[in-house]
């Protein structure tokens, strides 16, 4: 499942690989600014915030010991990992946005400098994979969910918030945490909680 989702991510960039020029895979450089239409900032953070939203409304509206219930409570537990893991690498690499600067190649310049990895394209990623992972057999169409990290990587490059190599290194540990999420035999965020916070409105009410 990486490797496909890594061959999607390359069919994606490949048209500006070529153009690399700098960053650690020698592939990074800055795009033009461009926030509107499809790209602009307002429709990336609407993206984030209902993803987020889903999961909450989604894991308190589905039964914990169905299917759909246990993969929507693992994205959650995917989500929280991926948030931790790339505020922790954001802080240790601290490196410069393609909008404070046109070198990709700052690191560790303080803690203004957040822009490795992607953590919107994680996100992304780690609402996705859990999905995906658990109903690519049954159901081969919601490998279209792919389309939101995709999405969500060109529109941050677009308007200069990541380097390429920031948006792919977000798209693998979203990706990452996911399957290891969606692994797991019990959600571990609902299970930390006290008992009875999972049932749903319906069963409450």
């Known amino acids: 499942m990486v490797f496909r989702l890594w061959r999607m991510a390359g069919l994606l960039l490949c048209p500006w690989l070529v153009w690399g020029a700098g960053g650690p895979l020698g592939i990074d450089h800055r795009w033009n600014y461009d926030d509107r239409g499809l790209w602009r900032r307002s429709y990336q953070v609407g993206l984030e915030d209902g993803v987020l939203l889903l ?49 990709p190649n700052l690191w560790f310049k303080g803690r203004a400098y957040q822009s490795f990895p992607s ?36 529109a941050r490059m677009k308007v200069q918030g990541h380097w390429q190599t920031d948006v792919l290194a977000g798209w693998a540990l979203g990706t990452a945490l996911g399957v290891y999420s969606q692994r797991r035999k019990s959600p571990l965020v609902f299970g930390l909680l006290p008992h009875g916070v999972s049932a749903t409105y319906r069963a409450q009410w």
């Open 119 to 154: 953590g919107e394209v994680a996100l992304q990623a780690s609402f996705v994979t859990p999905f995906i992972a658990e109903y690519h057999t049954d159901h081969p169409w919601v490998w279209a969910l792919e389309a939101l990290p995709a999405y969500d990587a060109l």
């Open 55 to 103: 999961e909450v409304v989604g894991a308190f509206s589905t039964q914990g010991d169905t299917r759909l219930g246990l993969t929507v409570r693992r994205t959650i537990d995917s989500t929280v990992l991926t948030a931790i893991a790339t505020e922790v690498l954001k802080f240790s690499t601290q490196r410069a946005r393609p909008d404070q600067t046109d070198n």
